[in-house]
């Protein structure tokens, strides 16, 4: 488990990351993670699946959906469409926290 944040806390935003190393991470078979890119939930790069390269920026959003389907038995489409609901949610909050400081009276 230490090893897993300690791989994910040496990857930048701008690189990219093959597939066999995005299913440890995540703990996601091949199979749902080309199910979630079908899905539109990433966007890897690359011929066959094997090869892909997915965004590290994307890593999250595979890992919150690799939760979803392993600890509360949600199937892949359920967790993508849950992981954008969530990601959805966290944009209107901010926007809402923004609003709010702009209309406190200075």
Do not use: T
């Amino acid at each position: 488990m230490g090893m897993q944040n300690h791989d994910a806390q040496l990857l930048g935003e701008a690189d990219w990351i093959g597939s066999a190393d995005i299913c440890r991470l995540c703990r996601l078979e091949l199979d749902a993670v080309i199910e979630l890119a079908e899905l539109g939930l990433v966007s890897p790069r690359g011929h066959a699946p094997q090869q892909w390269q997915v965004a590290a920026a994307e890593l999250p959003r595979l890992a919150v959906a690799g939760r979803l389907i392993r600890d509360l038995g949600i199937n892949v489409s359920g967790a993508a469409l849950a992981v954008e609901l969530l990601e959805a949610q966290r944009a209107l909050e901010r926007r809402i926290r923004r609003l709010e400081r702009l209309a406190q009276p200075f």
